[in-house]
């Protein structure tokens, strides 16, 4: 009987663990990405430096998990030294699979938007143009700020649509190769209080346009890719980090909002030393379920520092 109790209470014990947040606790990562490849999750940062004073990165990881509770990382996929073009700023990055390959869109210099290659989803990525895909100087872009924060999305037919800017929403209709556009840039409308961070995703044949606005998250909805779309609300309240960075991805029946943080900073830094003001430029990815209402919308997500339940392998 004993022995009977034990293996229960080890049981219980399974089916309860949770992955505590911040999930990546080794590195300081920022600004996530989570797309779904060959049954695996894949999370795509920007990689906040330990001695951080700004936002100066330079390289991109990526991580993987098959029980979101596990992150393997895989190291330095793509740096600024492997590009001719680029001089600072490895900022949020995204990443998309079509034709067997790999692609890896990133923003440096607060005016390029780039892409890279690669044969497997942790890379390493190559830059197969040798130069930016689009700028904050090409024919249509409207941005009088930074061009920041790519976005891929690619719809049930194919087509692939690349989001990106800081203030308005500009898009461009990605071609098979995946590496150039055609038709000039799409000034997307209906993203009200938009300012960053823009992500694409779909549910139940509606297209979900979610950014950082006003410190939060908020979100608009469309029957379009490239809308219009309809202001809906909020998702993530204002978080300790100063930015709001987040991505949206179903993985295994249930659907995950990733965002970053300041509490891995908050945890390993005194309070009362001089390092601890530069806390908003060491943030940490975090991740919490999020739900939808009957008619589609997108319940309001509230932080838990115990995160998801770990996924048991069958």
Not at 1 to 14: A, N
Not at 107 to 124: H, L, N, R, S, Y
Not at 155 to 166: I, N, P, R, S, V
Not at 218 to 238: N, R, T, V, W
Request: charge should be negative; glycine fraction near 6%; proline fraction near 5%.
């Amino acid at each position: 009987m004993k022995r009977i109790i034990i293996l229960f209470l080890m049981h219980l014990c399974t089916i309860q663990a949770f992955a505590q947040n911040p999930i990546i606790t080794h590195i300081y990562t920022a600004d996530p990405s989570a797309r779904v490849f060959n049954d695996t999750l894949f999370i795509y940062p920007s990689h906040d430096r330990d001695q951080a004073q700004w936002w100066d990165m330079i390289d991109w990881h990526v991580f993987s998990t098959t029980d979101m509770k596990q992150y393997h990382d895989h190291g330095a996929a793509l740096s600024l030294i492997d590009l001719k073009w680029a001089k600072q700023y490895a900022w949020a990055p995204d990443c998309a699979r079509k034709n067997g390959k790999y692609y890896f869109y990133f923003p440096t210099d607060q005016a390029f938007i780039g892409v890279a290659v690669g044969d497997k989803p942790w890379g390493p990525f190559r830059d197969p143009l040798g130069r930016p895909l689009i700028t904050i100087s090409s024919p249509g872009v409207v941005c009088n700020r930074d061009f920041i924060d790519p976005c891929v999305f690619i719809d049930e037919d194919g087509m692939a649509y690349l989001f990106m800017g800081q203030n308005t929403v500009n898009a461009v209709v990605l071609n098979d190769d995946m590496i150039s556009y055609k038709d000039g840039v799409k000034i997307i409308e209906g993203t009200d209080h938009f300012f960053e961070a823009v992500w694409v995703h779909k549910y139940h044949g509606k297209y979900y346009m979610s950014y950082s606005g006003n410190g939060k998250i908020l979100y608009a909805m469309s029957d379009a890719p490239l809308g219009p779309y309809q202001f809906k609300g909020e998702i993530l309240d204002e978080v300790n980090s100063g930015t709001n960075h987040h991505s949206i991805v179903e993985y295994k029946g249930a659907w995950y909002l990733f965002y970053h943080t300041a509490d891995l900073a908050i945890r390993n830094i005194p309070a009362d030393s001089q390092e601890f003001k530069y806390i908003q430029w060491r943030r940490s990815v975090c991740v919490d379920y999020l739900y939808y209402n009957e008619d589609g919308t997108i319940r309001k997500v509230i932080p838990t520092k115990t995160g998801v339940q770990q996924i048991v392998q069958d």
